[in-house]
């Protein structure tokens, strides 16, 4: 079965009953029934009809509208380590304004940052910290690694350092020694992007969490407590919903 | 506290234990009533935490809300920069050196371009010594400003920040005129400077220290009349210059103790002599001296940057010795002997004749000094650099012992630790 | 500084006061006056300079001098500050026996700076009130600013080396 998808040409050429009668057809398609006009023959079912309205009608899965949200309000920790830091606290200040991006709220404790900006040189002693300050935030989290001291060995390379790959995942590098206030504005914005292309960013994979998406019916209902043993502890729901 | 009974401690934890507390817990002596007020507790301050100028950690223990005792450990950003340094030649060692003390990179940088400059016995042009002059007082007037943004956010006064790095922008748009980089300029070259200043410069300059000053008066109108301020600062943690100098205390610190021991008037380096401004010194020692007298520093630096800059001298930028610096790039085209010297100065670098020395500085934070051991090659045989935040740590612990513990994180800010050049 | 012949009436005060193999060795070096004493004559040596007048000590650091032996040597800057006269006192030890007394008792300042020459270079500092690693993790096995030491690091990566690289997809 053949789709003809009409594009919808430049936006003032199309007129306004032309697409009225679109958004009619396809609130008619979503609801199953018979549709007019020019795709009248087109009757869909199944994985074709899902594909079909996602390509053709402008709907915003709740996927991309949370990737949205999430990469316009990212809550960085503040974790500088050394050089690169005073250019992140430069991010902050009035010239390289990140509150115009709505990033301005540093949260100190990690479990409520989503993002982690190592900025600096990750010494050995240092390492297990910083891998405990990431395991601590909760997912989603992102982590940029500011400066060419965490990226690769940077200006030092010898016993003292890790690069930071070896240790965390990181999903931007950004290069520079230190990189200027703008520079890691581009990084930030660069992550943006990346998170509202691609919502979980690969930590399903990294995970291996793929299939636990789904609520399963069955877990869901109410399950019984443990029954009483010799009068020894143990109350039921119904005792204590009856008393 | 009176635990009986050892339960069963992890490896991790059996090392933590090399910290001995035991000598304290023995000088509270028998309980009185209950031991609710008689039980210390030992916190984890750090490395990570809201209140830090770097990593610094810190091992506090706590009787109520008052310290007992204070443990820093150390070593969280320990790049190995002193081993770095011998693997690299002494011209490539600088970039290596500058990032020790990230806040004053430019001091690091003189500190050891001064060391190679007595050891290979090179003298600096006067017009390089004035644009060294230039640039460190700069230096020290933007470290004092990240320290003022940073401890006044500490205190909870958080408008400063933006205030102060908004004067700070200033500087490092200067600094990126004179050099192409904002922090870790590589601008000190051993016998000079790297190129002279731009055209432009000296106006920019000139404008902005005609501002500095009324902002510094704004920093002193919004802090110096504020209760809170008053109340965290004033009396808190004083400690006497003798205790300081017995620990090896220099800087702001001493001098808000009473000392006016600077470098810069007694032992002159790179024309110090020629400029006049007068040394700020605190009288109590607490808090709020320290954090005064590096109010004051900032207007004498702007001073002095002003005499630097209206006597500058007309003169090369960098030593004229080819054996040190490199050749300006004309002449390249027609003198052989300068593309000898190029040549050999960027394969295999400066051959320094063996010695030790040692070059004390005044660094923003006290006095930097830089060893430097040469076994007659073309890579330092050994670098070390007295780092002042290192020999000042040692200070916390007899200023916050019986203190609060919010007064110990205004101590920490007060004293101005840059994690960088403590661990190296 | 103390020119030359100070430096040089200093060592015999020091020869004077403490016996005759105290001092090994003066250097006079650039305007700088460097003392070489015996190790075991540290503490005795400094408390006599800091008499005369040298009350600061500014810094403790340890130097390897491999290959010459004895290898480790750790250099004490004094600091007279009335007359802003500065004179360093070095001494050496091997690394079979690298025993040298504390002088944090007597000079506070070496409390840290000791331990860092420990770590770093493996001086035992006897009378230490607490010598333990500053610098690297508490278990780091080696001192790592001996000239022996191997300088560490990644290696760089080029195309014939980046599939065993860290972030490589392989």
Redesign the interface.
């Known amino acids: 079965m053949a789709i003809e998808r009409q594009p919808l040409g430049p936006l003032g050429a199309v007129g306004a009953a032309d697409l009225r009668v679109r958004s009619l057809n396809s609130r008619q398609l979503l609801r199953g029934g018979e549709i007019e006009g020019p795709n009248a023959s087109a009757h869909l079912e199944g994985a074709d009809f899902e594909r079909y309205v996602e390509e053709s009608v402008l709907t915003t899965t709740l996927d991309r509208a949370v990737a949205w949200a999430r990469s316009n309000s990212f809550f960085p920790a503040?974790?500088?380590?050394?050089?690169c830091?005073?250019?992140m606290?430069?991010i902050?200040?009035?010239?390289v304004d990140v509150a115009r991006f709505g990033f301005e709220a540093f949260r100190?404790s990690?479990r409520q940052a989503d993002l982690l900006i190592l900025s600096?040189?990750v010494?050995?002693?240092?390492a297990p910290?910083v891998r405990r300050?990431y395991d601590q935030m909760l997912e989603p989290k992102w982590a940029i690694s500011m400066g060419a001291?965490c990226s690769?060995?940077g200006?030092?390379?010898?016993?003292?350092?890790v690069?930071a790959?070896?240790f965390m995942p990181?999903d931007v590098h950004v290069p520079g020694?230190?990189p200027?206030p703008e520079a890691l504005m581009h990084g930030v914005l660069k992550l943006r992007k990346m998170v509202q292309d691609d919502p979980d960013m690969g930590w399903r994979e990294r995970y291996e969490a793929r299939g636990t998406e789904e609520v399963v019916p069955e877990l869901t209902a109410a399950t019984p407590l443990p029954p009483a043993v010799d009068g020894v502890g143990g109350e039921s729901i119904q005792d204590t919903a009856g008393a | 506290m009176s635990s009986t009974e050892q339960p069963t401690i992890s490896e991790y934890r059996r090392r933590e234990q090399s910290i001995t507390l035991s000598p304290l817990q023995e000088q509270l002596g028998e309980t009185e009533g209950d031991g609710s007020t008689q039980e210390m507790l030992t916190l984890n301050f750090g490395p990570h935490h809201p209140a830090t100028h770097g990593v610094l950690r810190l091992l506090v223990t706590l009787q109520g809300e008052l310290v007992r005792d204070v443990k820093p450990v150390i070593g969280y950003v320990h790049t190995g920069i002193e081993k770095t340094a011998e693997d690299k030649s002494y011209w490539k060692v600088i970039p290596v050196i500058e990032r020790m003390d990230y806040l004053s990179y430019y001091f690091n940088a003189l500190a050891f371009c001064g060391a190679v400059e007595t050891l290979a016995e090179v003298e600096v042009p006067k017009r390089a010594q004035y644009l060294r002059v230039i640039h460190l007082e700069l230096n020290r007037i933007m470290s004092h400003l990240v320290w003022l943004g940073t401890s006044a956010l500490d205190l909870g006064a958080i408008s400063m920040f933006w205030y102060c790095f908004r004067e700070r922008e200033k500087i490092l748009d200067l600094f990126e005129m004179s050099s192409g980089q904002r922090m870790h300029t590589r601008y000190f070259q051993i016998g000079g400077v790297m190129e002279d200043i731009p055209v432009g410069f000296a106006e920019k300059l000139r404008g902005f220290l005609k501002e500095m000053p009324s902002r510094v008066d704004q920093y002193g109108a919004l802090l110096n009349r504020n209760e809170i301020v008053l109340q965290r600062l004033r009396g808190t943690c004083p400690l006497d210059a003798e205790s300081l100098l017995a620990l090896g205390v220099t800087g702001p610190l001493l001098r808000a103790a009473g000392n006016p021991w600077d470098l810069r008037k007694a032992a002159p380096y790179s024309s110090y002599e020629d400029f006049e401004f007068k040394i700020p010194v605190g009288t109590h020692g607490d808090n709020y001296d320290r954090f005064a007298v590096r109010l004051a520093e900032m207007y004498e630096s702007v001073k002095i940057v002003e005499q630097a800059l209206e006597g500058l001298p007309e003169g090369p930028h960098i030593t004229e010795d080819r054996k040190v610096a490199l050749p300006p790039r004309h002449e390249l085209a027609t003198s052989m002997e300068a593309l000898i010297h190029h040549f050999k100065l960027v394969t295999e670098g400066m051959r320094v004749p063996p010695g030790e020395v040692y070059f004390p500085i005044e660094a923003p934070r006290g006095e930097l000094g830089c060893f430097v051991r040469s076994d007659g090659s073309s890579k330092p045989a050994r670098v070390h650099m007295r780092d002042p935040s290192f020999v000042n740590l040692q200070a916390t612990a007899p200023m916050v012992k019986g203190a609060y513990i919010a007064d110990m994180i205004a101590t920490l800010a007060m004293l101005d630790p840059i994690l960088g050049g403590i661990d190296r | 500084m103390p020119d030359a012949t100070g430096l040089e009436l200093i060592a015999q005060e020091l020869r004077d006061l403490q016996g005759k193999d105290v001092v090994t060795d003066t250097t006079f070096f650039r305007n700088q006056a460097t003392v070489s004493v015996a190790p075991a004559s540290i503490r005795a040596v400094l408390a006599q300079l800091r008499e005369k007048g040298y009350a600061f000590l500014a810094s403790v650091h340890g130097v390897d001098y491999y290959p010459q032996e004895p290898r480790l040597g750790v250099v004490y800057e004094l600091l007279n500050m009335s007359r802003v006269d500065r004179i360093a006192v070095k001494l050496r030890v091997p690394t079979e026996a690298p025993d040298v007394e504390s002088v944090t008792e007597d000079w506070p300042t070496a409390n840290h700076q000791e331990r860092e020459v420990y770590d770093m270079f493996g001086v035992l500092f006897h009378g230490h009130p607490d010598l333990r690693r500053i610098l690297m993790p508490e278990d780091y096995e080696g001192h790592p600013q001996r000239r022996d030491f191997p300088i560490g690091g990644e290696p760089v990566i080029f195309t014939f080396n980046e599939a065993e690289s860290v972030g490589s997809p392989e």
Do not use: H, Q
Not at chain 1, 78 to 83: K, N, R
Not at chain 1, 92 to 95: F, I, P, Q, Y
Not at chain 1, 155 to 161: D, P, T
């Open positions: 503040t974790f500088g380590l050394a050089c830091a005073i250019e606290m430069s902050v200040a009035a010239r100190a990690p600096g040189r010494s050995i002693k240092m910290i300050i001291c690769s060995m200006v030092f390379n010898n016993y003292a350092l690069p790959d070896k990181i020694c230190p200027r």
